[in-house]
């Protein structure tokens, strides 16, 4: 089950300069409270890194630990203390080391948090994000997988794939799921280090997920890469 949580357009800056708009759409099921506490630090971090572009970091920081966080409810309480912050400072003046927001249009930010996979002993989650930042373009889309023991809350980490799993091998097989995407007639792409270069990597049905933003091994109409292998 989901929640969807829409925040109504609040004014920016000066009168006319621009308007931003964020919506949150999250899982109600997190397994137990090791997995739900993994998870809320990653909507949260994740939420706080999209709208510091608005709100100062320190500033979202103490809107997030204003009241604690036990369950879902909170998390959108933590968005709609945001909304509320932004409606008061919608006349502030950032001064000149920020951009002039007279220039440029609107601005939104989307995070969608969704269970990807499950067994009796690990969950999957994923966190899509997208942003428009007062003149943004190129691929702003990302998503972030997390993989977390229910009995201890661990998130799998890379490190975690190479104690059992060699850096070559893992390459290998990453290189062998990227060859038909990207044919290659110069040895650039069969000789990257893939596995340096992802952004992390998780247990999905089909095996281990290896995910690279867009622009880390391609160009952004490519967006971003899931490859996925059998270890």
């Excluded at 089950?1 to 997190?30: H, P, Q, T, W």
């Excluded at 959108?76 to 000149?96: C, M, T, V």
Aim: with cysteine; proline share 3%; glycine share 6%.
């Amino acid at each position: 089950m989901e929640r969807d949580y829409d925040i109504e357009m609040v004014r920016l800056n000066k009168a006319d300069y621009g308007d931003v708009n964020f919506s949150l759409c999250l899982e109600d099921d997190f397994c137990n409270d090791k997995v739900f506490k993994r998870m809320e630090t990653a909507i949260d971090t994740t939420f706080i890194n999209l709208l510091e572009y608005w709100i100062p970091r320190y500033t979202l920081k103490q809107l997030r630990y204003a009241n604690a966080i036990k369950d879902v409810e909170g998390i959108f309480n933590f968005a709609e203390r945001a909304s509320q912050w932004l409606h008061r400072k919608k006349g502030i003046d950032y001064g000149p080391s920020f951009i002039d927001y007279s220039y440029f249009g609107n601005g939104f930010v989307t995070l969608v948090c969704r269970k990807v996979f499950e067994t009796p002993d690990m969950v999957t989650y994923g966190i899509f994000t997208d942003g428009y930042y007062y003149g943004t373009c190129g691929n702003t889309e990302q998503i972030r997988y997390y993989t977390i023991e229910k009995a201890t809350g661990h998130v799998l980490t890379i490190k975690d794939i190479l104690k059992k799993h060699s850096k070559e091998k893992l390459n290998e097989k990453i290189w062998n799921e990227v060859k038909p995407w990207k044919p290659d007639d110069n040895g650039y792409y069969a000789d990257l280090d893939y596995v340096s270069l992802a952004n992390g990597c998780a247990i999905v049905k089909d095996g281990v997920l290896f995910y690279f933003f867009p622009y880390n091994i391609g160009c952004a109409a490519e967006g971003q890469f899931n490859i996925v292998v059998q270890l």
